[in-house]
């Protein structure tokens, strides 16, 4: 059974700077996607930033301030998350999308991180 476990949340000032990991253990596969979403009061879980085989995708909202890293020998993935603001305010959850091919993605999700930036 995979598990994702996440660490590095916090409550930050906005201008501020926090970092957020993910450790996974399982069955990794280098080529399956990881990355993280992020989920506020009231609103839909979205994607922040993900990352697959070396290539990223960032949400538009997050691109320039926040980067996304993995680490294929130690099966983790950290997301540096820097100029916080206030939006950014949410519960923030570890995410692995394993391929099934024509069947589509399973996603695992860990157990979630708050990430409180104060005005």
């Known amino acids: 059974q995979l598990q994702l476990v996440e660490s590095g949340g916090g409550l930050v000032p906005s201008g501020g700077s926090l970092r957020l990991s993910c450790a996974a253990s399982g069955s990794i596969f280098s080529v399956d996607s990881m990355g993280w979403y992020r989920q506020a009061p009231g609103k839909q879980r979205e994607l922040v930033a993900a990352?697959?085989?070396?290539?990223?995708n960032y949400a538009d909202s997050v691109k320039g301030r926040f980067t996304i890293s993995r680490d294929n020998a130690k099966n983790t993935v950290t997301l540096q998350m820097n100029s916080l603001k206030p939006e950014d305010t949410a519960v923030y959850y570890c995410?692995?999308?394993?391929?099934?091919?024509?069947?589509?993605?399973?996603?695992?999700w860990g157990q979630g991180t708050q990430v409180t930036v104060s005005s």
């Open positions: 990352i697959s085989s070396g290539s990223t």
């Open positions: 995410n692995y999308k394993h391929a099934l091919g024509p069947f589509g993605d399973y996603d695992y």
